[in-house]
C-alpha cells in the first residue's frame, strides 16, 4: 500500500494534472485485480458492533475492572467499520488507522492470523480511502494505544480517487494536523471530500444539528405545531425580496419559490391552529456574501392571542436552549457566548437619531437621499424611501451591535404586516434581534386588520410597479382568509444560519452550510 497518495496537495483532489491521473489509472488497476481474485470490491452491507468511540470506551471500562492474575487485559471483540486514513507496513505485519463518524481507532494486522491471500490483498491492493470493516479483539499496545487486533477484514467500497487527508504530528503535546485540503472553494465545491478528511468539520453540522434539535424541543415543548407550507407558490410574500421563478407546464402558470413562509402560517392561525412553526428553506434571488446565501434556512413560529412582547421572551428562551445545546458538543464548549437573557433593548428611530446625530424621519426624500450617499449607502437613486432608511439602519446602527440586542418599533413603511404601536400609529409593534452586526431575528405583533392589510399590500404593489423589485403585491387569498377573522398573533422570524454563525463565530455563511451555492468549475 503506498502511503504516499494521502500527502498535501494544495489544489484538492481534483487537481494536480498528470500525477493524479495516473493514480486514478493505478487504483483502477487494482480495482481490477480484486475483481480477478473474485473479491467483491463494493459490498453490500456490514454488521457493525461498536462504533470506534464505544470499542475504545467498552475496552476501557474492562481495563479498569483489571485482570485478576495482573495481565494485559483483552476485549471486548469488536467489528467496526470505516474509511482506512493511515497505514504503515513492517513486514509481516501492518499498522493502520480507522476512520469514522465517531472518531478513529488504530488497527494492527499480521500474516498469521489473516492468513497469506488475506494480507497479501491487504499490502498490494488496498488504499488509504477504502472503506473496510474489520473484526477483532481490542488491546493496548505498548506504545499505550488501544487497538484492534484484526482476525477479519473484508474490503466494502474501493475509494477510486485518492482524498487528501490530513498529516498530523504532535507537537507540545499537542496534535497538530497539517490539512491536504487546504483551497476554501475546492472545499465547499467537494463538501463530501472535505467532510471526509477535517473530523472538526463533521463536528461543526453535528453541533448545527444539535442547535435545531434543541429549538424543535423548545417549541414542541410550548406546544407547538410542526407544519410544512408550500415552496412553490402563486404568489411571494412576507418579506421584502425578490424571488426565484419557474413555470408550471401542466398548469401553465408563472409559479415562485417562496421567500417567507409567513402569509401561509398565519393562514393556519385563521384555521385554528394556535401555535405553529416551521423550519424549512426560503429562496431570494439576490447577491452572495459573507451572510447572504440564495437558498436559506429560516424557522418561523406564530403564536395567537400574544403580541411582540410575548414574542421577545420566547426568542430570548429559545437562543439560549439553541446555544446550550451547541455548548455541549466536543470543541465548542469555549466557542459559545453564554446567553443569560433579558436581552438589551433600544428604539429603532431613537438609535438611527443618536448614530445619525439628527432628525432622519424629518428629512423629506431628496435629503434623505443626500445623506445615504454620505454615509456611504450604494445606488441611492435606484432604491425606494424604506429602503434607503433600512440602508441607513444598517450602516450606522446594525452593524455596530455586538452583544444580542433587541431593536423595537420599526417606521410604518419598514413593516407592511405589523401592527401599528399602540399610541403612535406611525411606528409599529415590530422588533428585530441583532448580534455580532447581524440580524438574527424578525418579528411583529402581526397585523390583523384587513381593510388596513389591504392598504398596505397596495401601498407596496405601488413601489413594486415604480421600479422596486423586492416589494411584493396584494395576495387576495390572504386577503380572504383575515377577512374570516385572524385572531391577535404574534410571529417571529429566525435566521437558522445566521444564528448557527453567531453562536459558533463562523465567519462566512457558506461555512455554516454543507452545500452552498457556488459557481460552474
Given at each position: 500500500?503506498?502511503?504516499?497518495?494521502?500527502?498535501?496537495?494544495?489544489?484538492?483532489?481534483?487537481?494536480?494534472?498528470?500525477?493524479?491521473?495516473?493514480?486514478?489509472?493505478?487504483?483502477?488497476?487494482?480495482?481490477?485485480?480484486?475483481?480477478?481474485?473474485?473479491?467483491?470490491?463494493?459490498?453490500?452491507?456490514?454488521?457493525r458492533t461498536h462504533t470506534s468511540a464505544d470499542a475504545i470506551t467498552a475496552f476501557e471500562a474492562l481495563e479498569r475492572g483489571g485482570a485478576a492474575d495482573g495481565a494485559a487485559v483483552e476485549g471486548p471483540t469488536a467489528r467496526l467499520a470505516g474509511r482506512l486514513t493511515a497505514w504503515r507496513s513492517q513486514g509481516k505485519t501492518a499498522f493502520a488507522h480507522l476512520g469514522d463518524a465517531d472518531g478513529r481507532v488504530q488497527l494492527y494486522f499480521r500474516r498469521d492470523v489473516l492468513g497469506d491471500d488475506a494480507f497479501a490483498m491487504l499490502q498490494q491492493l488496498v488504499d488509504i480511502g477504502d472503506v473496510v470493516g474489520v473484526e477483532g479483539p481490542m488491546f493496548r499496545?505498548?506504545?499505550?494505544?488501544?487497538?484492534?487486533?484484526?482476525?477479519?477484514?473484508?474490503?466494502?467500497?474501493?475509494?477510486?480517487?485518492?482524498?487528501?487527508?490530513?498529516?498530523?504530528?504532535?507537537?507540545?503535546?499537542?496534535?497538530?494536523?497539517?490539512?491536504?485540503?487546504?483551497?476554501?472553494?475546492?472545499?465547499?465545491?467537494?463538501?463530501?471530500?472535505?467532510?471526509?478528511?477535517?473530523?472538526?468539520?463533521?463536528?461543526?453540522?453535528?453541533?448545527?444539528?444539535?442547535?435545531?434539535?434543541?429549538?424543535?424541543?423548545?417549541?414542541?415543548?410550548?406546544?407547538?405545531?410542526?407544519?410544512?407550507?408550500?415552496?412553490?407558490?402563486?404568489?411571494?410574500?412576507?418579506?421584502?425580496?425578490?424571488?426565484?421563478?419557474?413555470?408550471?407546464?401542466?398548469?401553465?402558470?408563472?409559479?415562485?419559490?417562496?421567500?417567507?413562509?409567513?402569509?401561509?402560517?398565519?393562514?393556519?392561525?385563521?384555521?385554528?391552529?394556535?401555535?405553529?412553526?416551521?423550519?424549512?428553506?426560503?429562496?431570494?434571488?439576490?447577491?452572495?456574501?459573507?451572510?447572504?446565501?440564495?437558498?436559506?434556512?429560516?424557522?418561523?413560529?406564530?403564536?395567537?392571542?400574544?403580541?411582540?412582547?410575548?414574542?421577545?421572551?420566547?426568542?430570548?428562551?429559545?437562543?439560549?436552549?439553541?446555544?446550550?445545546?451547541?455548548?455541549?458538543?466536543?470543541?465548542?464548549?469555549?466557542?459559545?457566548?453564554?446567553?443569560?437573557?433579558?436581552?438589551?433593548?433600544?428604539?429603532?428611530?431613537?438609535?438611527?437619531?443618536?448614530?445619525?446625530?439628527?432628525?432622519?424621519?424629518?428629512?423629506?426624500?431628496?435629503?434623505?437621499?443626500?445623506?445615504?450617499?454620505?454615509?456611504?449607502?450604494?445606488?441611492?437613486?435606484?432604491?425606494?424611501?424604506?429602503?434607503?432608511?433600512?440602508?441607513?439602519?444598517?450602516?450606522?446602527?446594525?452593524?455596530?451591535?455586538?452583544?444580542?440586542?433587541?431593536?423595537?418599533?420599526?417606521?410604518?413603511?419598514?413593516?407592511?404586516?405589523?401592527?401599528?404601536?399602540?399610541?403612535?400609529?406611525?411606528?409599529?409593534?415590530?422588533?428585530?434581534?441583532?448580534?455580532?452586526?447581524?440580524?438574527?431575528?424578525?418579528?411583529?405583533?402581526?397585523?390583523?386588520?384587513?381593510?388596513?392589510?389591504?392598504?398596505?399590500?397596495?401601498?407596496?404593489?405601488?413601489?413594486?410597479?415604480?421600479?422596486?423589485?423586492?416589494?411584493?403585491?396584494?395576495?387576495?387569498?390572504?386577503?380572504?382568509?383575515?377577512?374570516?377573522?385572524?385572531?391577535?398573533?404574534?410571529?417571529?422570524?429566525?435566521?437558522?444560519?445566521?444564528?448557527?454563525?453567531?453562536?459558533?463565530?463562523?465567519?462566512?455563511?457558506?461555512?455554516?452550510?454543507?452545500?452552498?451555492?457556488?459557481?460552474?468549475?
Amino acid at each position: 500500500m503506498s502511503v504516499d497518495e494521502s500527502v498535501e496537495r494544495p489544489n484538492g483532489p481534483e487537481e494536480g494534472g498528470e500525477e493524479l491521473s495516473q493514480l486514478l489509472r493505478a487504483r483502477r488497476e487494482k480495482l481490477a485485480a480484486l475483481q480477478e481474485r473474485g473479491i467483491e470490491p463494493f459490498a453490500y452491507s456490514f454488521e457493525r458492533t461498536h462504533t470506534s468511540a464505544d470499542a475504545i470506551t467498552a475496552f476501557e471500562a474492562l481495563e479498569r475492572g483489571g485482570a485478576a492474575d495482573g495481565a494485559a487485559v483483552e476485549g471486548p471483540t469488536a467489528r467496526l467499520a470505516g474509511r482506512l486514513t493511515a497505514w504503515r507496513s513492517q513486514g509481516k505485519t501492518a499498522f493502520a488507522h480507522l476512520g469514522d463518524a465517531d472518531g478513529r481507532v488504530q488497527l494492527y494486522f499480521r500474516r498469521d492470523v489473516l492468513g497469506d491471500d488475506a494480507f497479501a490483498m491487504l499490502q498490494q491492493l488496498v488504499d488509504i480511502g477504502d472503506v473496510v470493516g474489520v473484526e477483532g479483539p481490542m488491546f493496548r499496545t505498548r506504545a499505550g494505544e488501544a487497538t484492534l487486533r484484526a482476525e477479519r477484514v473484508q474490503l466494502l467500497a474501493k475509494s477510486l480517487r485518492p482524498l487528501p487527508f490530513a498529516k498530523e504530528q504532535i507537537v507540545d503535546g499537542q496534535v497538530v494536523r497539517y490539512s491536504g485540503f487546504k483551497d476554501p472553494e475546492q472545499r465547499y465545491r467537494q463538501r463530501y471530500a472535505d467532510l471526509a478528511v477535517h473530523p472538526e468539520v463533521r463536528r461543526t453540522f453535528v453541533a448545527r444539528a444539535r442547535m435545531i434539535a434543541a429549538i424543535r424541543q423548545y417549541l414542541d415543548g410550548l406546544g407547538y405545531l410542526e407544519v410544512e407550507t408550500p415552496v412553490l407558490q402563486p404568489l411571494y410574500g412576507g418579506a421584502a425580496a425578490r424571488p426565484f421563478t419557474t413555470h408550471h407546464n401542466a398548469l401553465d402558470m408563472p409559479l415562485f419559490l417562496r421567500i417567507a413562509d409567513e402569509l401561509y402560517l398565519k393562514r393556519l392561525i385563521v384555521g385554528g391552529f394556535d401555535r405553529v412553526y416551521e423550519i424549512g428553506h426560503d429562496f431570494r434571488n439576490e447577491g452572495i456574501d459573507r451572510t447572504h446565501n440564495p437558498e436559506f434556512t429560516m424557522l418561523e413560529f406564530y403564536e395567537a392571542y400574544a403580541d411582540y412582547g410575548v414574542m421577545m421572551d420566547r426568542v430570548e428562551r429559545l437562543i439560549a436552549a439553541a446555544a446550550a445545546a451547541v455548548r455541549a458538543v466536543p470543541g465548542f464548549a469555549e466557542r459559545v457566548p453564554e446567553l443569560v437573557p433579558p436581552f438589551p433593548r433600544i428604539q429603532w428611530v431613537a438609535a438611527l437619531n443618536e448614530a445619525f446625530k439628527g432628525d432622519v424621519m424629518a428629512l423629506d426624500d431628496e435629503a434623505l437621499r443626500n445623506a445615504a450617499k454620505r454615509i456611504g449607502v450604494e445606488r441611492v437613486e435606484t432604491l425606494s424611501r424604506p429602503k434607503v432608511l433600512d440602508e441607513m439602519f444598517q450602516a450606522l446602527v446594525e452593524r455596530h451591535i455586538d452583544r444580542p440586542t433587541f431593536v423595537l418599533d420599526y417606521p410604518v413603511e419598514l413593516s407592511p404586516l405589523a401592527k401599528p404601536k399602540r399610541g403612535n400609529p406611525a411606528l409599529t409593534e415590530r422588533f428585530e434581534l441583532f448580534a455580532g452586526g447581524r440580524e438574527l431575528a424578525n418579528a411583529f405583533s402581526e397585523l390583523n386588520d384587513p381593510i388596513d392589510q389591504r392598504r398596505r399590500f397596495e401601498a407596496q404593489a405601488r413601489l413594486k410597479a415604480a421600479g422596486d423589485e423586492e416589494a411584493v403585491g396584494v395576495d387576495e387569498d390572504y386577503l380572504r382568509a383575515m377577512e374570516y377573522g385572524m385572531p391577535p398573533t404574534g410571529g417571529v422570524g429566525i435566521g437558522v444560519d445566521r444564528l448557527f454563525m453567531y453562536l459558533t463565530d463562523t465567519a462566512h455563511i457558506r461555512d455554516a452550510i454543507l452545500f452552498p451555492l457556488m459557481r460552474p468549475e
